[in-house]
């Protein structure tokens, strides 16, 4: 390849990049003390379990639990629709890892919770971080079944930042539709959920898309999200059948999480 | 990748992620990549055109392709050689918002447990520095998994240790490799549930990924550790991640 090919390349690229992704997936938060959040799913249920490893964030930063006092966080709670349920303070005496259960939050309070959002309090910390802020994309554990082994899965959106007690959503979207086809083949018998968040400040419609093996593209029924709201998109798949999904809608990056069930046991990634 | 006791497995579908920044439509050969210390010797296994599927299983390869445990699969647009002095570095399946990505992971009879992967080659020297919750207790088998490849096909040793977070004891080193998947038992160190173990490579970069086993074999759990610049989002996170490894490194290394 030419080297005036390659600059072609690139200035065709740098285009594309104007109109479909003109600003960072997650906006910078106006108030430099704020704190960011994904936005977890909750599968809390007969079938489900959900935790949360909550870990010392600060102290991870620094490198030590140097000022020896307990580690404190809130833990946030939304409904599918978006509306904040309210909060739980939740702490982390020492460096470590502490096992949150979502069952026990869930218990009396917060029973239509469908996401959740830890905010790390910095405030009696001297991190060194520059315009950096401190993010919480950890790690949520589903049990399926009493099978008595989690899944895992990392946060996968920087979703909602808290700042002066205000919870604020900080994805972007563009103007463009555009589509995100999941990188994985659905195979039966099984059955998928997708879970979808909304990170951005407005309703987002999303259209599913599914293609069986050797077939073309099917539109299916839209569905929307409200801000800090969430959907779960289910696709039965029989046996033998090879089908791919996409999703047509105007977030930067509408990328699920994905819970195959099949044969009495389960799997959870990121789509 | 190829571990104790399951089968890998790598599904390729040749759809871009977005509709929007790679379009490619030609046709691919699809290789196997495998070091054997002094080259990457290449394997071409299947055809691709847009719009395919493909799984490929390590029980249906030649188990010498996995004696490092790792092999990789490179879409190619144009015919390899079948010795390489380095990883190619065309970029045939490519975009970065989402990243184009493939399903990874393991399978035995009972159930499969998947990973979306890539992988960009490491630099050959560069340390680790990784955070472990994923320790699972009951009747479940914990191993960490550390994948390493970098562009030089040359297999190099290192050794990763292992600490206790809180009070920085060391507790054990293990060997480690490039362009291997090293699989390390956990459960001989009777970590408790609040314990976060570190590791730390002090030569070998790698991608760590807590396995944790039901003894039943009914589930898989699979999850990759984070870099420490994901504790940071925005500003200079690169610059963070080096302030958080000296800080840890100092504590760990002068034990």
């Known amino acids: 390849m030419t080297d005036v090919n390659i600059k072609a390349l690139k200035f065709k690229r740098k285009i594309k990049l104007a109109f479909y992704v003109r600003k960072k997936l997650a906006k910078v938060p106006s108030n430099k003390h704020a704190v960011i959040s994904d936005l977890f799913p909750i599968k809390q249920d007969d079938k489900w379990n959900t935790e949360f490893e909550f870990l010392n964030i600060a102290n991870l930063i620094l490198g030590d639990n140097l000022n020896g006092i307990p580690h404190k966080a809130e833990i946030h709670f939304f409904d599918a629709d978006g509306n904040h349920l309210g909060f739980s303070k939740i702490e982390i005496s020492s460096m470590g890892r502490k096992t949150l259960r979502l069952a026990e939050f869930l218990k009396f309070n917060f029973t239509s919770a469908k996401t959740f959002a830890v905010f790390h309090d910095i ?8 315009k950096s802020f401190v993010a919480e994309r950890g790690y949520c554990g589903y049990e399926y079944n009493r099978l008595g082994v989690k899944g895992y899965v990392h946060g996968n959106l920087d979703a909602v930042t808290l700042s002066d007690g205000k919870i604020i959503p900080i994805g972007n979207k563009g103007f463009i539709s555009r589509y995100f086809t999941v990188q994985h083949c659905l195979t039966g018998p099984s059955n998928y959920e997708f879970i979808f968040t909304n990170p951005t400040s407005r309703k987002v419609k999303i ?16 569905f929307s999200i409200n801000t800090k709201g969430s959907y779960n998109f289910n696709l039965y798949v029989n046996s033998g059948e090879k089908v791919f999904v996409r999703f047509k809608s105007k977030l930067y990056l509408a990328r699920p999480v994905v819970f195959r069930v099949s044969n009495d046991s ?6 | 990748m190829k571990t104790i006791g399951l089968t890998g497995f790598c599904d390729l579908v040749y759809l871009g992620p977005n509709n929007w920044e790679n379009r490619i439509r030609n046709d691919v050969t699809i290789y196997l990549l495998w070091s054997d210390g002094k080259n990457w010797i290449t394997q071409e296994l299947n055809n691709m055109r847009y719009g395919d599927y493909l799984r490929i299983r390590t029980d249906e390869l030649d188990e010498k392709f996995f004696e490092s445990g790792l092999a990789l699969i490179y879409p190619s647009s144009e015919k390899l050689s079948s010795k390489l002095d380095l990883l190619p570095d065309k970029k045939v399946w490519f975009s970065e918002v989402p990243a184009w990505r493939n399903t990874s992971g393991f399978i035995n009879r009972f159930t499969q447990v998947s990973y979306q992967a890539d992988i960009e080659p490491l630099p050959s020297n560069a340390s680790l520095l990784t955070f472990h919750p994923f320790i699972q ?26 600490y206790n977070s809180l009070d920085k004891k060391f507790i054990a080193s293990h060997e480690i490799s490039t362009n291997s998947l090293t699989t390390i038992p956990l459960d001989q160190y009777d970590f408790k549930s609040t314990d976060l173990p ?4 002090p030569k070998i970069a790698g991608i760590p990924f807590g396995l944790g086993v039901a003894k039943s074999g009914k589930m898989l759990s699979l999850e990759h550790t984070h870099p420490p610049a994901s504790l940071v989002l925005h500003g200079e996170r690169r610059k963070v991640q080096s302030q958080i490894k000296k800080a840890w490194i100092e504590k760990l290394v002068t034990q």
């Open chain 1, 266 to 271: 389960m799997d959870v990634f990121h789509g």
């Open chain 1, 207 to 222: 259209t599913p898309n599914i293609m069986y093996e050797n077939s073309k593209w099917k539109k299916l029924q839209p």
């Open chain 2, 137 to 162: 207790f009951g009747e479940v088998i914990n191993n960490l998994l550390v994948l390493n490849a970098t562009r030089d096909p040359s297999i190099q040793k290192g050794k990763i240790n292992l």
């Open chain 1, 123 to 130: 405030q009696n910390y001297s991190l060194n971080i520059g």
């Open chain 2, 198 to 201: 570190v590791f730390y490579s």
